[in-house]
């Protein structure tokens, strides 16, 4: 047994780190909060973060096994980020903890959230899921709120074109943010 596992801590492969790190970057592009009313707030951010490590959840979950595996170890390397991040920020060791959980748990219901709407479920709208979830702390235009989810669907579909080997490396790319 290797001293990380004895922690409790996996050693991903970097390639990880930098698909982590592609997700991130793409999410922190200032156009989703000047021009698309994102709030650039911790819950804002937390939320765009969200929105792309599902679009790209989504797409490894067609990808089989190994997909799956890939998709669990992006979850991992994003919470253990969210846990770094608010340590430094200061948030006291014993209320990490709690606060993780409750996000993981607005991950899994944003993940719901994002599903029902763009498969329609019950009547579900994914414009109706983001004014629930991105736009929380605001209040975005229809026509932003519209951009936002055209924007997703279009990333959900040029997201078929990655295999698995896109992913692993990483070298996917996402398009263009609306005007």
């Known amino acids: 047994m290797g001293i990380l596992a004895f922690f409790g801590l996996k050693k991903y492969n970097t390639s990880i780190y930098e698909l982590y790190g592609q997700i991130v970057a793409q999410a922190r592009q200032e156009p989703f909060y000047t021009r698309l009313g994102v709030p650039d707030t911790v819950n804002g951010r937390f939320d ?7 679009i790209v959840m989504r797409r490894l979950k067609d990808l089989g096994e190994e997909g799956g ?3 669990q170890d992006l979850f ?12 430094e920020m200061g948030i006291g060791d014993l209320r990490v903890g709690k606060k993780i959980k409750a996000l993981a748990t607005a991950f899994y219901g944003r993940i719901k959230a994002y599903d029902e709407g ?14 629930r979830n991105l736009y929380l702390e605001t209040d975005p235009t229809e026509q932003q709120v519209q951009k936002v989810a ?7 579909s040029n997201s078929e074109h990655w295999s698995l080997a896109n992913l692993q490396q990483p070298e996917i790319s996402f398009g263009n943010i609306p005007e």
């Not at 991992?76 to 340590?87: G, I, L, Q, S, W």
């Open 150 to 156: 055209d924007y997703v669907m279009q990333e959900i």
């Open 69 to 71: 595996k890939l998709s």
């Open 118 to 131: 763009i498969d329609g479920h019950e009547g579900a709208s994914l414009t109706e899921a983001l004014k």
């Open 48 to 54: 765009l973060i969200s929105l792309h490590i599902y």
């Open 76 to 87: 991992d390397v994003m919470f253990a980020d969210m846990d770094k991040n608010m340590r």
